[in-house]
């Protein structure tokens, strides 16, 4: 069945990056996109931007232009998220999803930013 | 670009038809048909419901319909279940080539 599996809980100090993975299987890789979409704790989902596993080509919401870099490994079926700069406020689950629309998702990843 | 507005919270007895409205403007809602709505339950992972508007994926009950109207999209629960209490978002593509999601709407079975 498809499937998008991300990778481990990650803590982080501020001023760190971090990179979440997000594994597919059960379809063709390069025929549908990713997108990556935060929710802070007790907040709404917000979406982060979007990568095309066939060309690479990527999208961002202006609110993470320059803190976000996707990247994909259409070999490894593997889609990538790398935020940089972390600050507290960036305590959230990450989620991918292939689309649009957005399914299935992939289980979420916590990332918890704290000194 | 901001968030679709949708109300914090519906509920209604089991049964019952709930309605969820997720507003947006002529740059999203308004321009296009890719508005979709997602189910999330607490600790889980988000699952979508509705596509297009009103297309519900395999296994999705009938319970469940979309619909549009100028800029404003609305959920319809009917036949209300417990298993319905969740949290639900509306999405949609935008001029400017990105998505959006609501507010999100906390649905309560009385």
């Known amino acids: 069945q498809v499937q998008l599996v991300q990778s481990g809980a990650e803590v982080k100090k501020p001023g760190a990056s971090v990179r979440v993975s997000c594994k597919a299987s059960?379809?063709?890789?390069?025929?549908?996109?990713i997108h990556w979409v935060r929710q802070a704790p007790g907040q709404g989902l917000e979406w982060m931007g979007w990568?095309?596993?066939?060309?690479?080509?990527?999208g961002y919401s202006q609110k993470f232009q320059g803190k976000v870099i996707l990247t994909s490994d259409t070999s490894a079926t593997t889609a990538y998220m790398e935020v940089r700069s972390l600050k507290s406020e960036d305590t959230a689950v990450y989620y991918c999803?292939?689309?649009?629309?957005?399914?299935?998702w992939g289980q979420g990843t916590l990332v918890t930013v704290s000194s | 670009q901001s968030a679709l507005t949708q109300p914090p919270s519906a509920s209604g007895s089991p049964g019952q038809s709930v309605t969820i409205s997720c507003t947006g403007t002529?740059?999203?809602?308004?321009?296009?048909?890719?508005v979709s709505w997602y189910r999330q339950y607490p600790g889980e992972a988000p699952k979508l419901i509705i596509s297009?508007?009103?297309k519900r994926p395999s296994g999705v009950p009938d319970r469940f319909s979309g619909s549009k109207s100028g800029n404003t999209a609305s959920l319809t629960v009917s036949g209300l279940q417990a298993e319905d209490e969740a949290d639900y978002y509306c999405?949609?593509?935008?001029?400017?080539?990105?998505?959006?999601f609501g507010t999100g709407t906390k649905l309560t079975v009385l």
């Open positions: 059960g379809y063709t890789f390069s025929t549908y996109a």
């Open positions: 990568i095309s596993t066939d060309t690479g080509k990527t």
């Open positions: 002529s740059s999203d809602i308004g321009t296009y048909k890719y």
């Open positions: 999803a292939r689309g649009p629309p957005f399914d299935p």
């Open positions: 999405s949609s593509y935008t001029v400017t080539n990105i998505y959006v």
């Open positions: 297009e508007v009103s």
